[in-house]
């Protein structure tokens, strides 16, 4: 029977698509149908050290803890030097495996991490690793206002990062962005519609939605209690200075037809918008939204991470998130088990003979938490 051997590719974060076969368990060539052809791929790749922990004790998380791990290589010649200053965080590296002496072509993808530095010494390089949820500690958005004019807001908004909306947000307080023509904006996305805009608790009449901004600051909406929208571009324009504060219904963040609504599509969005190099479990996606088929919202007009936004979303429903190895976004849900238990334990407790499945003292550790005593819910 032909034996695995495992490969490990490494691109770096600037170059995705430009690999380098760094090493394996058994040193060989990458062939002419590989990219890159023809090229060494030497051995002393050591077993793979990597764990990710979904629950931690008893209390479950909406997110995963950051696995962190390391792969090894010996590298007594010196090799693999070229490494030094080219392994650093946030690049990615691919566990290959297939059959010894097989082309590295057909090999199989069996995990894909992102690195996090490497250290070194005259024996071996060890390539640290996280998780591809390590992206995710990126920002929702980076997009804030430069304060030049325009789109860009006035002075008073210089630096400021731009709200997002998603779903169905009701109640929100729209950002000024340009004081003297009474231009606000409610997200950093594209609208599916605005449904109300108060002064205070009374409604204002909806005038014209504008194509774009530039549409917007050419014609002001009738004077009077009066707004107009850009739902293109995520703005308001007030037809008078309001004397109460302004707070506005509106449906944000548009795909081609409909709006994003559900809370598995929410967090698929949140991955998928402002360039995040990672994928989501589509059939997750879909058997999170068939447990959770009802609208939901979130708007965030603040500094915040994708992981946290994701934590946001899915604590909502005792849901969780983590990155397979295959470098997937996976959603779920805790439900209550169902089926054939896997399997069954005893217990044997002393004094007594014993009996049941534990050959020696077993232990029932607990964790002792202080009292709830207060429990906030939210809804709209």
């Not at 590298?75 to 080219?86: M, V």
């Not at 703005?235 to 548009?254: K, N, W």
């Not at 500094?303 to 969780?320: D, H, P, R």
């Not at 996976?330 to 005893?346: E, K, N, S």
């Amino acid at each position: 029977m032909a034996s695995y051997q495992y490969v490990i590719r490494y691109a770096e974060y600037s170059a995705p698509s430009t690999y380098y076969y760094i090493a394996s368990t058994h040193a060989t060539n990458t062939s002419s149908s590989d990219t890159p052809a023809l090229t060494a791929s030497p051995g002393g790749l050591r077993p793979i050290n990597f764990a990710v922990s979904l629950f931690d004790g008893i209390d479950p998380k909406p997110s995963p803890r950051g696995g962190l791990g390391s792969i090894v290589i010996d590298d007594t010649t010196g090799a693999l030097d070229y490494l030094i200053g080219k392994v650093m965080s946030g690049g990615t590296l691919s566990v290959l495996r297939g059959t010894q002496g097989a082309a590295i072509s057909t090999f199989t993808n069996v995990a894909t991490m992102t690195t996090a530095g490497m250290q070194y010494d005259a024996e071996k390089k060890e390539i640290r690793l996280r998780d591809m949820a390590a992206r995710l500690e990126a920002p929702l958005h980076d997009n804030r206002y430069l304060g030049t004019g325009g789109k860009e807001g006035d002075a008073a908004v210089t630096g400021i990062i731009k709200p997002y909306g998603i779903g169905p947000c009701f109640n929100v307080t729209p950002r000024l962005i340009l004081a003297t023509t009474l231009i606000y904006q409610l997200t950093d996305s594209a609208m599916f519609a605005v449904s109300e805009v108060r002064n205070g608790g009374t409604a204002w009449a909806f005038g014209t939605d504008r194509a774009n901004y530039a549409a917007m600051a050419a014609t002001a909406p009738p004077a009077g209690a009066y707004y107009d929208t850009c739902l293109a571009e995520g703005l308001i324009r007030l037809g008078q200075s309001p004397d109460r504060d302004i707070t506005v219904d509106f449906t944000g963040d548009t795909q081609p037809s409909v709006p994003y609504l559900k809370r598995a599509n929410i967090a698929q969005r949140i991955v998928t918008r402002a360039g995040t190099t990672i994928s989501v479990n589509s059939a997750s996606v879909t058997a999170l939204n068939t447990l959770q088929p009802s609208d939901t919202s979130y708007f965030w007009d603040g500094e915040i991470s994708k992981a946290a936004a994701l934590t946001e979303v899915m604590q909502g429903c005792l849901g969780f998130w983590w990155v397979n190895l295959s470098g997937e976004l996976v959603l779920g849900q805790i439900d209550t088990p169902t089926g054939t238990a896997q399997a069954t334990f005893t217990f044997a407790r002393r004094p007594g003979p014993a009996s049941g499945d534990f050959v020696s003292d077993p232990e029932a550790l607990e964790t002792a938490t202080d009292p709830r005593w207060k429990t906030t819910l939210g809804y709209h």
